[in-house]
C-alpha cells in the first residue's frame, strides 16, 4: 500500500465516523426535544381539565395565541409553521390548550428555539 493510498483511506474513514457522529447527534437531539414536547403536552392534557387560559393554533399559516373563548388571536408567534417538525405542526392544529401564562411562555420559548 503507497502512502498516497493510506492517506485516502485515512480521510475517507475521518470523514465518514465525522458525518456518522453529527447525524447521531442531531437524532438524539431531536429525541430529547420530542420528549420534552411529550412531557410538556402531557402536564398540559392534566391541566387541561382545568378550564384552559390560552389555546395555540394555527391562523393564517401562523401559530397563534388565542384567549379563552375569542375568535381572534391574541398574540402571533413568530414562527413558520412549515420549518416545525411533523409532530409539532400536528399538535399546532389540532390546537393546545394552556392554564397558565407561565406554560404557554415556555412553549413558545421552547418551540422559537
Known amino acids: 500500500m503507497t502512502l498516497k493510498n ?4 485515512y ?3 475521518v470523514a465518514a465516523v465525522t458525518v456518522s457522529g453529527f447525524l447521531t447527534v442531531c437524532t438524539l437531539g431531536q429525541a430529547v426535544r420530542r420528549k ?3 412531557t410538556r403536552l ?3 392534557a392534566t391541566e387541561h381539565e382545568e378550564a384552559p387560559l ?3 393554533r394555527e391562523s393564517g399559516g401562523r401559530a397563534a395565541v388565542f ?3 375569542e375568535d381572534e388571536p391574541f398574540l402571533f408567534i413568530d414562527i413558520d409553521t412549515a420549518l416545525l417538525s411533523d409532530y409539532d405542526r400536528a399538535m ?3 390546537g393546545m390548550y394552556f392554564t397558565s401564562e407561565s406554560a404557554l411562555r415556555q412553549f413558545i420559548e421552547d418551540i422559537s428555539s
Open 6 to 9: 493510506a492517506k485516502k483511506i
Open 11 to 13: 480521510f475517507t474513514l
Open 36 to 38: 420534552k414536547v411529550e
Open 42 to 44: 402531557a402536564a398540559a
Open 54 to 56: 390560552f389555546t395555540v
Open 67 to 69: 384567549r379563552c373563548g
Open 92 to 94: 399546532i392544529s389540532e
